[in-house]
């Protein structure tokens, strides 16, 4: 299925794989939330990763809904809410739950689950 715009499932797959790759490079040599919290830098690179994560799980749901119910195990509304909230609650973001969603991102089996939807 494709988007008015031109882009398909695989497309927005691949934008959230390019996002999580990134998240991973930016906290490879962050041992911890306090230290992520320290370096506004990244922080900030995280959260706009993290907004491409929830807007592109938010098109392939509303794309293809036979494609999200059978891969039902990766959380697409949830990626989709914390876009929205960081967006929207711009002012008042948590940058411990940011931490812990990064973590989350760069995960192997995430990575790994989006190259093999994609091929």
Same mark, same amino acid.
């Given at each position: 299925?494709?988007?008015?715009?031109?882009?398909?499932?695989?497309?927005?797959?691949?934008?959230?794989?390019?996002?999580?790759?990134?998240?991973?490079?930016?906290?490879?040599?962050?041992?911890?939330a306090d230290e992520f919290v320290r370096?506004? !830098?990244?922080?900030?690179? %995280?959260?706009?990763?993290? &907004?491409?994560?929830?807007? @592109?799980? /938010?098109?392939v749901r509303k794309v293809d809904a036979?494609?999200?119910?059978?891969?039902?195990?990766?959380?697409?509304a949830a990626m989709s809410a914390m876009?929205?909230?960081?967006?929207?609650?711009?002012?008042? !973001?948590?940058?411990?739950? %940011?931490?812990?969603?990064? &973590?989350?991102?760069?995960? @192997?089996? /995430?990575?790994?689950?989006?190259?093999?939807?994609?091929?």
């Amino acid at each position: 299925m494709t988007e008015p715009h031109g882009l398909r499932v695989r497309d927005f797959l691949e934008h959230m794989l390019d996002a999580m790759e990134r998240i991973q490079r930016y906290v490879v040599d962050i041992p911890d939330a306090d230290e992520f919290v320290r370096r506004t !830098i990244v922080h900030d690179a %995280v959260v706009r990763n993290l &907004e491409i994560i929830g807007e @592109a799980a /938010r098109n392939v749901r509303k794309v293809d809904a036979d494609f999200v119910a059978r891969h039902a195990d990766i959380p697409w509304a949830a990626m989709s809410a914390m876009r929205n909230r960081i967006t929207h609650g711009y002012f008042d !973001i948590n940058l411990s739950v %940011v931490w812990q969603s990064s &973590e989350r991102s760069a995960s @192997a089996s /995430r990575r790994h689950f989006l190259a093999h939807s994609i091929a």
